[in-house]
């Protein structure tokens, strides 16, 4: 391995208001933390999240990354991170705060270059605006801003210096470009972008919902968008047999037979699953988990469905929305279709609102219509910026 992203999650974010951390905070169709980690799926070897104790099972639904819990301070959890990494082959780490969600790329990867030929390289924006000293409301002098930049993420450093600096500085560092320069580290100073601001405030979601929609509008010069948009379908079917019971999209249903089938046969779970491995070109569920291994005989779907959107945020893509239709005469599906749609929505970790479950009868024709089994549709939309 080379490249490591050392994602920092450990804070609290009450400045954000609301009762969640700001980093776990929908963002779009996912969370801000998803986003932040996306950016660097294809540009980083691994990835470690440093997360608060208590956001241990948040931190879990995200998809191939290394957890680690934080510390105290911001300075402690960099330390836990880089710790995590210490029996990795790791020349260049990038550290990075979670709450700048909206990084371009082009920021990640002047980074990166800078450090081929430097220990310790740092977005920054040259300051622009003039600027004062105040107290009590009223100006009491100026400040010349000639030579300053405001400081962003990733900050990046070869790892054993920067690891080396950590372990020798005391004190409560604001980031690491201070810890790297108390270490004798010259940093050299690479092209930031105000896209990549640090959601703080609670009016900077309204900023960060307002940028994600403009670049799903925006297209290339040939009018193609330029948000990869992946749309895929899932067909199931599975016959009845002697219960008393279906499990139906994560919820238990009473009837009067049981679904057949090689795990817990939840044909609508089922069909969703294969929506989304059709839209990330992966196959269906026989491939992922083949029929033949015994070891997922009478399995419960949900793992299923919890692997094929992992493997979706993997990639950097985030769920749209999906809609799953049940084809049957019975069980009547319509007093469920909430407690349904809500199951979902928690394996996906995506609010309810994107997730739909619906019903239709096939009028009594066909094997749905006699009763011999019951089949599903869905279809998922994914979306990477």
Known sequence: MTIAALIVAAGRGIRAGGDTPKQWRPLGADRVIDHAVAAFRDLADVIVVVHHADDTARARTIADVRLVVGGDTRGASVMAGLAALADLDISKVLIHDAARALTPRAVITDVIAALDHAAAA????????????????????????DGLYRAQTPQGFAFDAIKAAHDSYTGAPLDDVEVARAAGLAVTITQGHEDNFKITHAGDFARAEALLATRMNQTDRKGH?????????????????????????????????????HSDADVGMHALTDAIYGALAEGDIGRHFPPTDMQWKGAESHIFLRHAIELARSKGYALMNCDVTLICERPKIGPHADAMRSALAGILAVDPDRVSVKATTSEKLGFTGREEGIASIATAALAKL
Do not use: E
Request: hydrophobic share 40%; with cysteine.
């Open 122 to 145: 740092a977005p920054a924006l040259a300051v622009t605006d003039a600027l004062w000293h105040g107290a009590d409301n009223t100006v009491t002098g100026t400040q010349p801003r």
């Open 225 to 261: 968008s330029m948000m990869d948009i992946r749309l895929g379908n899932g067909y199931d079917v599975h016959r009845f047999g002697v219960g008393d019971h279906v499990w139906l999209c994560g919820v238990k249903v009473a009837h009067d037979r049981c679904l057949q089938g």
